[in-house]
């Protein structure tokens, strides 16, 4: 069973940090030793894994900001693969 289907309350591993870089106007993930530009509105989503909201909370949040976007089909399996690559708590 995909981690997001259960009550997992996401939230970033220790030593990742969140930032938006303002000259590439784009979210990056800092890991140790490496950078990852997420892309569109992936920064949004991890921005919200405070590990306070369920993944049908992020889900349910995400839906209001975005009428119409498939972020139930979305992002529960984006939230998985960052948690497989240990990206999420």
């Known amino acids: 069973m995909p981690v997001?289907?259960?009550?997992?309350?996401?939230?970033?591993a220790?030593?990742?940090?969140l930032r938006h870089d303002s000259v590439r106007?784009?979210?990056?993930?800092?890991?140790?030793?490496?950078?990852?530009?997420?892309?569109?509105h992936a920064g949004?989503?991890?921005?919200?894994?405070d590990g306070t909201r369920t993944v049908c909370g992020i889900v349910d949040?995400?839906?209001e900001r975005y009428p119409g976007a498939p972020v139930a089909t979305e992002v529960p399996p984006f939230l998985d693969r960052l948690?497989?690559?240990g990206?999420?708590?």
């Open 14 to 17: 220790p030593a990742l940090m």
């Open 4 to 12: 997001s289907e259960s009550l997992w309350r996401p939230a970033l």
């Open 83 to 85: 948690h497989e690559e």
């Open 44 to 49: 949004q989503v991890v921005g919200l894994c």
């Open 25 to 40: 106007g784009a979210d990056l993930l800092l890991l140790p030793e490496r950078v990852v530009v997420l892309e569109g």
């Open 87 to 89: 990206w999420l708590e």
């Open 61 to 63: 949040v995400l839906a």
